[in-house]
């Protein structure tokens, strides 16, 4: 449709605004609905992410194999031979470290929140020679901090829990994998078949600009994750830190998370530093400085490079609206969603003016 002045154009826009804005109303009326159906996929949604991260992990092994002549299915089962040896070796000499220094820190929990709460008081207390208005402001944000603090960590045992009985759907995982390695060119041409016969080079270009960019984004910040987790363990070693090994898979975990994952990371070492003492404090402070800069100036440039090619603006907005739409789990997609939204707009950008 051609657009024959410009009223035409201004009644076509107040249009689209329009409908915008309706559709915007009726998933506000409807958020509830969304909300339960929600809670029922996420049961199905939460292995399959987990399949599909496997399957960016393995395909260019598998990929390798087949080209050496191998069966695609005999490389397959190859892989996953060696991924679980590696498995239960990780199991056998980590596992055990891992809930016992966990174990450790619920029970020395307690400990550090009193000595917290004394911090806090002793704040207060201090703040009162300070004006008014001032004083109100530090006790607003003291207070603030201290239920920030619980909820923090109530939200973090509700995660193990979860974790937990999430156990009993990870059997499926392998095998999603399996077919997702095994029929992935299928997969994809289902889908390709979906949209009309004169969409299907598009689609198909659109489909695979996002296995590239997805495939690229997994493989390099699972890589950059690893070398995080790693780098912080050796720090927390030399400053003798206790519980090392968690605290550092924390910071490798939540590394994920674009710009908010660093301070996320770091706080639980930083709260049980402060517990200890304040020399401690520092040293780990400046372990995590060390680490980030590490990450930002060596890990990221030389393993993502610009794989997303994406503006850092772009990704601090992505992740501020998905964190408030979906919390830590859309922290954790945003970036993904992001390269996938910006591909699409690309190809469709690229085939209207074909």
């Not at 090994?245 to 530093?273: D, E």
Request: hydrophobic content about 60%; aromatic content about 10%; overall charge positive.
């Amino acid at each position: 449709m051609r657009l024959q002045d410009h009223k035409d154009k201004t009644v076509y826009v107040l249009g689209v605004v329009l409908v915008v804005l309706t559709c915007l109303f009726l998933v506000g009326q409807l958020r509830g609905l969304f909300f339960d159906m929600w809670g029922i996929l996420s049961a199905v949604i939460g292995p399959l992410v987990i399949s599909i991260i496997a399957t960016y992990v393995m395909r260019p092994l598998v990929d390798a194999l087949v080209a050496r002549k191998v069966p695609r299915t005999v490389a397959i089962l190859i892989l996953y031979v060696v991924a679980f040896a590696v498995i239960a070796v990780f199991l056998v000499n980590t596992l055990p470290l891992l809930i016992a220094q966990a174990s450790t820190f619920i029970k020395q929990l307690p400990v550090y929140v009193t000595m917290f709460d004394s911090f806090l008081d002793h704040m207060t207390f201090a703040a009162r020679v300070l004006p008014k208005g001032v004083r109100t402001a530090v006790e607003r944000a003291l207070s603030g901090a201290e239920s920030g603090l619980v909820a923090w960590f109530s939200g973090a045992l509700i995660g193990v829990r979860d974790l937990i009985s999430g156990f009993v759907s990870a059997f499926v995982i392998p095998f999603l994998v399996f077919y997702l390695l095994k029929d992935y060119s299928l997969f994809t041409q289902l889908v390709i078949r979906l949209f009309p016969r004169r969409s299907h080079a598009t689609v198909s270009r659109i489909l695979e600009g996002i296995d590239a960019s997805l495939g690229r984004y997994v493989r390099g910040q699972l890589l950059v994750m690893l070398l995080v987790g790693i780098a912080t363990f050796v720090g927390l070693l030399i400053v003798h830190m206790p519980n090392a090994l968690l605290l550092a898979s924390i910071v490798g975990l939540t590394n994920i998370i674009p710009y908010v994952g660093p301070f996320l990371g770091a706080a639980p070492g930083l709260f049980m530093a402060f517990g200890v003492s304040n020399a401690l404090l520092i040293k780990v402070l400046i372990v995590n400085l060390i680490v980030q800069q590490l990450e930002g100036n060596i890990f990221s440039p030389w393993i993502m490079g610009k794989t997303m090619r994406l503006h850092p603006l772009m990704i601090l907005l992505a992740v501020m609206l998905a964190g408030e739409v979906a919390g830590i789990t859309g922290l954790i997609f945003a970036v993904p969603l992001l390269a996938v939204g910006k591909v699409i707009w690309e190809q469709v950008r690229a085939a209207r003016e074909i």
